[in-house]
């Protein structure tokens, strides 16, 4: 992800943003000098001394513009740091050093700049607020978490509607894993923007049950995840995780609707359910994990659900089956790696040496260094795992099943 190093007429602009830095740098760099050039003159007793100082910062200053439009990161820096030194009167070089500190990770420098900042008289309030909202973003990089609410909370205490605080907010009370205050500040957000944001916040809802769930609070847990649906229709990992929570408290059946609305409405994550069925046939009795998986439509199934099916399969002695459903599966998605290995395990098993040497060579043939199971729709990312919220960009229900 791209470091913003300066706010312009509220567009962040980042290193990554080469052709928008250069018009942008270009611009700040005339008005800058303009705007000094209007600046009344000093006293003669200050001498040629303080206009060679200002002429020498001015350079200083614009060297560093042109070492950030070339992304030499190092060496603005070093020029900006002279620019300030020659002269302290311009925040912009404060502001844009400080970004660019944050930028390398030199977080206590970056602060110490915001701080010197905030502190200056008689500074204009949407630059001190700037500031401080810049303070936020320096402590949340450096993981200081707390500092940086802080700092956020205290731009919303001077501008409510500051929506960049309140998705600042919202993205580190998730990292904190303090759901109800981002419920909350989340709603806040909506409510200023119009945006309809009932499919995060029933994440937010879904993940605080859990977090009650495994504290023992099950009441609570329940409550929230009922919540969570009731927010949003459609949010799959409520109706999963609620049907989780229904079963620990034996309500089998209830359970069982749950987790039969939850295929309905995405049958793209069937193989979720089909796992939890498996794991908990013991206790839902094996006639009524059976009917379950008959309702499902192979013709329509995902590879990912046919490999679920062949597994539950393969572990009641099916094999012939089993071998079908991986069958299917390999025919919809030849990159399917876990089908062509269990393929290839049922055959080994079995004593088909032919049809399990096959099975290998065609799983080597397909083996490209990575087997990931999940993709982001969103930005690409690709995981093992399945996240509701992608570790890249943070988006919520982004990630389903990889196809080739």
């Known amino acids: 992800m791209d470091q913003t190093l300066m706010v312009v007429a509220g567009q962040a602009i980042s290193l990554g943003m080469a052709a928008a830095v250069a018009a942008v740098l270009i611009g700040l760099a005339l008005g800058w000098l303009l705007g000094r050039g209007r600046k009344p003159l000093a006293p003669v007793a200050a001498g040629k001394g303080l206009k060679a100082s200002r002429a020498a910062s001015d350079d200083a200053f614009l060297r560093g513009l042109s070492h950030m439009m070339a992304d030499h990161t190092d060496q603005a820096i070093e020029e900006f740091t002279k620019a300030v030194n020659l002269n302290t009167d311009t925040v912009e070089t404060y502001v844009v050093l400080g970004n660019l500190f944050r930028q390398k990770g030199q977080i206590e420098r970056a602060v110490r700049i915001r701080q010197t900042i905030i502190a200056r008289a008689n500074l204009d309030p949407a630059v001190q607020l700037q500031a401080r909202f810049d303070l936020g973003l320096d402590y ?49 957000l909506s409510k200023l923007t119009g945006e309809d944001n009932r499919l995060v916040l029933a994440h937010h809802k879904t993940e605080l049950g859990k977090d009650l769930q495994a504290a023992g609070k099950l009441d609570a847990a329940e409550q929230a995840m009922s919540q969570a649906i009731s927010v949003h229709k459609k949010c799959l990992d409520a109706y999963l995780h609620l049907g989780d929570l229904e079963l620990a408290r034996g309500r089998n059946r209830k359970a069982i609707n749950l987790w039969r609305k939850a295929v309905q409405m995405a049958p793209v994550y069937a193989h979720l359910v089909i796992s939890r069925l498996d794991m908990a046939e013991e206790t839902l009795g094996r006639k009524v994990v059976a009917d379950f998986l008959a309702g499902v439509d192979l013709d329509q199934a995902e590879p990912a659900t046919l490999l679920a099916l062949a597994k539950s399969r393969q572990r009641h002695g099916e094999h012939k089956q089993a071998l079908q459903l991986l069958e299917a599966a390999i025919v919809k998605e030849p990159g399917c790696l876990e089908a062509h290995q269990l393929r290839g395990d049922i055959l080994l098993a079995a004593g088909d040496n032919d049809a399990c040497l096959k099975a290998y060579v065609e799983l080597l043939a397909q ?32 990630m389903t099943p990889r196809h080739s």
Do not use: I
């Open 140 to 188: 949340r990089k450096g993981g200081l978490f707390n500092r940086a609410v802080e700092a956020f909370q205290e731009v919303l205490s001077r501008d409510p509607g500051h929506q960049d605080a309140l998705r600042q907010l919202v993205g580190l009370y998730e990292e904190m894993r303090d759901w109800a205050s981002a419920y909350e500040t989340m709603r806040r």
């Open 367 to 398: 083996v490209q260094g990575y087997g990931a199971q999940y993709q982001c729709g969103q930005c690409g990312f690709v995981s093992h795992q399945l996240a509701w919220k992608c570790p890249r960009c943070h988006g919520w229900d982004t």
